[in-house]
């Protein structure tokens, strides 16, 4: 089996203070460096659907309105290694026209050239969905290069003849 396409093209992570953001069509990774030996009971984080709000040992490392709505009961969270929190969330709309500017609303934005690769990416995983539910099932757009208007998700094909 196939690993799906936002594993085989990689991230296009975008560089904070604190860790990186990065997203796919349907989700936002947030990865947080905390203080080695960090445990899950020195964590608290609310993750609602426009906020969020991360604190370690009482220290504020993120809080904010969220940059677009999300699945406030898919949002999870997990401390690694001691040392990284990450945090998933679910975009509510999950089409590459969605392509997230920064993580929250006035905060955390991805410079030019980032958002410009993220939304290539998200057109490129949409064009990939499009491709196997369709016609052309397993062929793969992880190495491709795209080029021309691919803001907001690129070209509409959804009402071509099949």
């Known amino acids: 089996m196939s690993a799906p396409f936002e594993e085989r093209s990689g991230v296009v992570p975008c560089g904070t203070p604190w860790g990186r953001w990065y997203q796919t069509l349907e989700e936002v990774f947030i990865e ?16 609602q659907s426009r906020h969020i709000a991360l604190s370690v040992s009482g220290q504020e490392l993120l809080q904010g309105k969220l940059f677009d709505s999300t699945v406030t009961d898919e949002g999870t969270w997990t401390l690694e290694d001691r040392k ?3 945090i998933v969330l679910m975009k509510t709309n999950r089409d590459a026209g969605n392509c997230w500017t920064s993580l929250l609303e006035n905060d955390y934005a991805a410079d030019p050239w980032v958002q410009d690769q ?38 509409d094909f959804s009402s071509l003849e099949k």
């Open 84 to 86: 990284l929190i990450r």
């Open 118 to 155: 993220m939304q290539r990416k998200l057109t490129l995983e949409r064009f990939q969905r499009e491709a196997s539910s369709r016609t052309n099932p397993g062929f793969d757009f992880s190495g491709a290069e795209i080029s021309g208007n691919y803001s907001k998700g690129g070209p």
């Open 32 to 47: 947080v460096r905390v203080p080695s030996g960090t445990r899950a009971k020195d964590v608290r984080c609310s993750l």
